[in-house]
């Protein structure tokens, strides 16, 4: 599926798409599983073991996240990407709320 075109113009989502959310998805599974069953809710994508911190860990996830939505998602995917961005940014403040106590 890649070098189509959908409705609203955007670039259908390439083989680079998939293969940079399955890497996202590889490391959600172990800091946070709601997220990747966002991003896959089938579970095609296997966990990738992380051994950084958990706040770390969503960190990078996000930021993937906002590269992907920006640069590679078709609408979809921006679909997906902005909910998982979200519950991301709820762990993340979840976790920032527990060092500040």
Known sequence: ??????????AAPSEQFYAFVSQIVGVARTVAPD??????PDGAFA??????????GLKLCRSMMRYARDELADDL?????DCAIAAVDEHIDELSDE???
């Open 1 to 10: 599926m890649s070098g189509g075109r959908t409705r609203a113009g955007r």
């Open 35 to 40: 997220v990747a069953d966002i991003l896959d």
């Open 47 to 56: 966990a990738t073991p992380w051994r950084g911190s958990r706040l770390r």
């Open 77 to 81: 995917g921006i679909s997906r990407l």
């Open 99 to 101: 060092r500040d106590v």
